[in-house]
């Protein structure tokens, strides 16, 4: 099989298919808890569900949401009545971390397909507790409560798609501006005005062991925090009004950002490093999920008139070959994507914290990255051909 002639349509289905052999739904890890691992993954999903119309992967989406929802719409964590000694660890942090928050994304479609009142309740559910989210004194909500004041990229879309989302759908604009700010204050003080690049942390009280005594920032800039917020703000723009007074700003951060990245990227593969801005570095890596958010970011930009296909379209079609050249099967014939860093938090901060993290295949991390990439190169292949 040459996976090379194959439309991203097709290979984001042919990874579905593996994750889907590798697990049941209600065991995909961490098992019996809503969280961003598996919401990326089934968020991807989601999408390739409704470009190819196949039911089974709408199915596979509605039992794991199923496992971890209750008849009435509660979330394990959540709602204390659900947690228990026997509750998995992970599901007893819900209400510290944003990393739960994600997952409900998935629970706007099979509102809408099912007509099942269980899941807009947990999608609400979520949504309203960012009500209650800590803030430094920007208004920047903590990445978890247990760690004070401090800001990490990814957050900007583990909270800022959920908010948008529901905004539109029930007229909140309280959280869809304060997802907007989260992306401004990352704007204003995560970003390295030499490379233009973000650093994965923030620390406004310049406590945590890896801030920056001056400036609170951590030391390096990961790849797959950054694709994260890249994704972010293309996705909150999908969903807030196009005459909305943030839309041009968000727009010129976004277009500053894939011009920097533009630079980083690798010659040889088309690929982007671990460590982003140190690609001259003989033990940093190429690694496939920052680079499959960052080639989302590019097709999506320029679908959506952010970026010219012009200015930008050679770059995006290296990375999409230099993804494609490192697929490839299992010996049972499932696809494979490899180079996948696994969940990485900020901790020591150093070089070598984040070039020694293990690399694995088909993580949900990457799994998720890859699937959204491919529904998205679809779009753009189909944009390209009208």
């Known amino acids: 099989m040459n996976l090379k002639d194959k439309s991203p349509l097709e290979l984001g289905k042919m990874l579905c298919d593996s994750l889907m052999h590798t697990y049941e739904p209600q065991k995909l890890p961490p098992e019996g808890v809503l969280f961003y691992w598996q919401g990326v993954f089934l968020s991807g999903m989601e999408r390739i569900y409704k470009k190819c119309g196949d039911k089974k992967y709408f199915n596979y989406i509605k039992d794991y949401a199923d496992s971890v929802i209750g008849s009435n719409g509660e979330l394990y964590g959540f709602c204390h009545e659900l947690t228990t000694e026997d509750t998995p660890p992970l599901a007893k942090s819900a209400l510290t971390m944003l990393d739960h928050k994600q997952a409900t994304l998935i629970l706007y479609n099979l509102y809408d397909e099912t007509g099942d009142e269980k899941y807009i309740k947990a999608a609400k559910l979520a949504a309203k507790s960012m009500y209650f989210w800590p803030v ?14 401090q800001m990490w990229l990814d957050g900007a879309y583990m909270a800022g798609p959920i908010s948008v989302i529901y905004a539109k759908r029930f007229g909140d604009t309280v959280l869809r501006e304060r997802a907007i700010k989260q992306i401004f204050i990352m704007d204003d003080f995560m970003k390295d005005k030499n490379t233009g690049l973000y650093y994965h942390g923030w620390d406004e009280s310049k406590e945590a062991q890896w801030a920056d005594p001056k400036t609170g920032l951590s030391a390096h800039i990961w790849g797959r925090a950054l694709g994260w917020y890249t994704v972010a703000i293309l996705d909150i723009l999908e969903f807030i009004p196009k005459d909305h007074p943030a839309v041009e700003r968000l727009s010129q951060i976004e277009r500053d950002l894939l011009f920097s990245l533009k630079k980083y990227q690798d010659e040889k ?16 890596w190429v690694e496939s999920s920052c680079t499959n958010l960052f080639i989302y970011s590019y097709a999506k930009a320029i679908r959506t008139g952010v970026i010219s296909k012009e200015e930008f379209g050679e770059c995006l079609e290296k990375a999409y070959s230099g993804i494609k050249n490192k697929l490839f099967l299992s010996d049972d ?32 991390h990457g799994a998720g990255a890859f699937i959204l990439m491919c529904s998205e190169m679809q779009n753009y292949r189909d944009f390209c051909n009208e």
Not at 136 to 149: A, E, I, K, L, P
Not at 337 to 363: L, P
Request: aromatic fraction near 12%.
């Open 269 to 284: 593969t088309g690929m982007w490093y671990q460590v982003t801005d140190k690609p001259e570095r003989a033990d940093n």
């Open 333 to 364: 014939g499932y696809l494979i994507v490899d180079n996948v860093c696994v969940g990485t938090c900020i901790e020591s901060g150093t070089y070598e914290h984040y070039i020694n993290r293990d690399r694995t295949q088909n993580d949900l």
């Open 136 to 149: 430094n004194s920007v208004g920047g909500y903590w990445h978890m409560m247990t760690q004070h004041n």
